[in-house]
């Protein structure tokens, strides 16, 4: 049963991870970096520089992530850029000689061209299996926010989670919760950012909208659609947006 970070697949593929990506990693870290890019930082206090500090064996030292970095400030123009230096360093740089001896054990199993077709989602899914998902008990775990559990549109929710093919309910747990890995002890014991933290489903906007996950919250946020085969449409296009193809037998 092994499930790896995104990151870990992406170094697998020799993909570039994103910022997005830490979030299956450090939450709380993800949120700070969507606030740094989201927003102005003379309106948000924040004073930064091309640098980051280690608290690596008890030792705190500075770390630049470009030369002289501790004294270059980062601007508006530039925070995407520190961003993503940021992340490179946190799951890439700081770990490449894990990396490295990982992937020299794990090409020696298997080349490098024969998984280069798949996305990083995908090769979860081809190393961990397709997992058997008990929608039932997923139902019986769930929260709801705006919606009632009675109301119609749950009603037809559940109709069409039941009738998704396996690979498609496991692209729909990647989706929601950021990995394809069902709990031991089932959807009771769903782990989120702050330990256990049940599938919930949110209430929200236009039904012109796609529907939107938040993995760190395993948050579905569901607009209200005219009707059944609408819901089912919308969800498996959110689904293959931000996850690709899942077709394996």
Known sequence: DAHFTPSLYKHMLGVKPTHHDMEAIDPDYYKNLKLILEHNLDDIGLELTFSIEDHSFGRLQTIDLVPNGRNIKVAEESKEKYVSLVCQHRMTTSIKSQIKAFLEGFHEMVRPELIAIFTAKELELLIS???????????????????????????????????????????????????????????????????????????????????????????LDLPVYQNEEELKVKLLMAIEEGAGSFEFA
């Open 129 to 219: 299996g397709l997992p058997d998902i008990d929608i039932f008990d997923l139902k019986k775990h769930t929260t709801y926010q705006g919606y009632r559990s009675t109301d119609k549109e749950m009603e037809w929710f559940w109709n069409v989670m039941t009738s998704l093919t396996r690979s498609q309910k496991a692209a729909f747990l990647q989706f929601v919760t950021g990995s394809s890995k069902v709990p031991l002890n089932g959807f009771a014991e769903l782990q989120g950012m702050r330990g256990i933290q049940r599938f919930s489903i949110h209430k929200v906007g236009a039904s012109s909208a796609l529907p939107a996950a938040h993995t760190c919250f395993n948050q």
